[in-house]
């Protein structure tokens, strides 16, 4: 939203605040409505948007918790499990330990040749991704 208010040169708090509540939907603007019903003599756009922040972002606990507990391979691959629980760590777990919990996550087959590999975490998740590719090949599967 800050990047549209740049663009078109929206420079008011009062135009800010107007132009986001009147972009909400409603379980977003019912979460500001103690705001909306009484709004600040001035910082109104402020006001909303830390009330917003507040509301809808996940804790640091949270987000621990997620890489801990939660989060899995599922459909994505795991360069891509790997980036996002780095995003969710943001530099609070060693990234040994990271490391560790991303393998984790992995299937046994790549699990267990992931391990042997030299190299950090990015490169590994690379060769992660190139064998589960290999996997979904069924020709391939059934030559080796």
Known sequence: MESQFAAAGIMTDQTKYIHVISSLEVQYL?????????????GKYEAVKAALI????????KKLRR???EIELGDLKPS??????KELANGRIN???L????????????????TILDGDSTQ?????D???????FPEFRRRN
């Open 99 to 114: 490391e560790s919990l991303w393998i984790e996550r992995l299937p046994n087959s790549i699990r267990s040749a992931i």
């Open 124 to 128: 590994m998740a690379l060769q992660a």
């Open 80 to 85: 891509q499990l790997l980036k996002r629980m």
């Open 130 to 136: 190139r064998m589960i590719e290999m996997q979904s």
């Open 67 to 69: 890489i801990v507990k």
């Open 30 to 42: 019912l979460a500001v409505g103690d705001i909306v019903r009484n709004p600040p003599e001035t």
């Open 54 to 61: 507040s509301e809808f972002t996940d804790s640091d606990q």
């Open 95 to 97: 990234d040994d330990v």
